[in-house]
Nanobody
Framework: QVQVVESGGGLVQPGGSLRLTCKVS????????MGWFRQAPGKERELVAR???????NYADSVKGRFIISGDRAKNTAYLQMNNLTHEDTAVYYC?????????WGQGTQVTVSS
């Protein structure tokens, strides 16, 4: 059974940093099948970052230069390093693993940027 668990969210001041963790179990590590998304109140879920596939863009324009996606194959874990956070980054952040013809989502982790 594929399971996705996010962690690392919290309350941070503008300009601060957080690192989110996405632990996947039940299936092998495949960076090309993983991505980070977020959903702010009243908005649709949007792609934040994904591992590059060919020459495709792998970061949303709003986070380019501030967020970095990385992974650890041995730990079957993906990370999202978020720097220079702004109020607009406040959202629930989700990790997605595509497998077996469907998307597996975690429960999300709340990131709140506030002074």
């Amino acid at each position: 059974q594929v399971q996705v668990v996010e962690s690392g969210g919290g309350l941070v001041q503008p300009g601060g940093s957080l690192r989110l963790t996405c632990k996947v179990s039940g299936i092998f590590f495949d960076a090309t099948a993983m991505g980070w998304f977020r959903q702010a109140p009243g908005k649709e879920r949007e792609l934040v970052a994904r591992f590059p596939i060919g020459t495709s863009t792998n970061y949303a324009d709003s986070v380019k230069g501030r967020f970095i996606i990385s992974g650890d194959r041995a730990k079957n874990t993906a990370y999202l390093q978020m720097n220079n956070l702004t109020h607009e980054d406040t959202a629930v952040y989700y990790c997605k693993r595509r497998a077996l013809g469907r998307d597996f989502w975690g429960q999300g982790t709340q990131v709140t940027v506030s002074s």
